[in-house]
């Protein structure tokens, strides 16, 4: 007797080791679990775009997707080439269809494959949404028709990528651009943020120098996460063009993440308070901040000194999308490259997200990116950010959270601890400002201690102290 998978979501789609749990089979199911919602929220569907990144066997899966969508009598416009998540997430807004699918395990290992859905908004779906897939999974028989045998109607003929080309071309100033000319790296990490960047650069007076953006779908060994243990190439990329700052995309470039001129690592959280203060003085806008539990105490000082409301929310994209849907936020950052930008459409936009750094540098005035991080530490004080992950067992993660539940610390490394949050994970914050969090990973069996202090080698030790926590648990 066959028994259906347990396939679940986590925070922003579903991923598997491919030709493990990331099978031909449960990729059909996840995609009719997809369709039975599609037909039960539109009856007359209007389509579904379907796009794959440069993963082992995207295009594969993702005309299986198409095949299940077409069995199902959901029209279908399917990529040619790998692109990136925000230029499918902005094809379903832009062309009013049902949705996006997009095969692609974003920041995971290569080894990794996966499902994000996109809303007809281009938002990720929100945690009831992907709580019906999950139920749907193994309840209706998987339909398939093959591309070439779709009936009239169900192959749509639709622009995907141009579209959204032509708008991160208009949402950025290109006189604002001008102002400065810097020499820009750009590292792709293997991924589908490609050459998009330079092009988007080409006629300007930046010199930009990319790297690492050929397909490569084993990523040469390493994560495609923007995160400095996989920086090496990136570093010494900026240190021989002598560039004054590095973008930085992940796997399905919706991710970014920034070196200055000096090769040092910029936190998104940082991107994104120089992105607000550019916005306010520049742009005129305004807004919420919105970041979630892992970001920099940064973002609150910014807010507190321009009158800005501050929301946390936790890990995952999708608790920051309201805010982008509603117009509240300004900006809303993630720890993890994420970040959502007032008036563009409710994603993670690696692309748009580099190019308005740029812009923002250029528009503040600053010479350089390190000249910008100088300046956050002279307006908000010295902030500096560690991030270490571990596996863990089940064992460990249930004595843990016993033992912090029955006898919470009251001060680490001699700051007096003031709160402890447990809404994603535990967070101990502390007098001054520094801060502890362990968050279990929703997508692999990972813990993830992040911390913030004054100095680098007191948030080092910081998240030292979180692993001990755990293991002598």
Known sequence: MSTTPAITFGTDGWRGVIADT???DNVRLVAQAIADYVRAQAPVPHGIVIGYDNRFQ????ARLVAEVMLGNRIPVALATEPLPTPAISFAAFHHQLDGGIMITASHNPPEYSGIKFKTTQGASADPAVTRMFETNIGKTPVATTALENAGKGLRLNLAIAPPYFDWVRSFINYDVLARAQYTVVVDSMYGVGARHI?????GTAHRVTTIRAERNPSFNGIAPEPVPKNMAATIAA????QADVALVTDGDADRLAALDNRGEYIITPKIA??????LLKNRGWRGDMVKTLSCSVVVDRFAREHGLTVHEKPVGFKNIVPYLVSGAALIGTEESGGLGIQKHIPERDGILGGLLFLEALAGLGFANAGAAMDYLDQQFGVLRYDRIDAHYTPTQKASFLQRISAAPPKELLGQRVVRIKDFDGIKFECADDSWL??????TEPVVRFYAEAPSAATAAALTKLGLHMLTSA
């Open 437 to 442: 969090l362990l968050r279990f990973s929703g």
């Open 238 to 241: 900026v240190q021989d063009a």
């Open 198 to 202: 330079e092009t988007l650069l080409a």
């Open 58 to 61: 995207g295009e594969h899966f």
């Open 22 to 24: 990331f099978t031909f």
């Open 273 to 278: 308070v120089l992105l607000a203060l550019h």
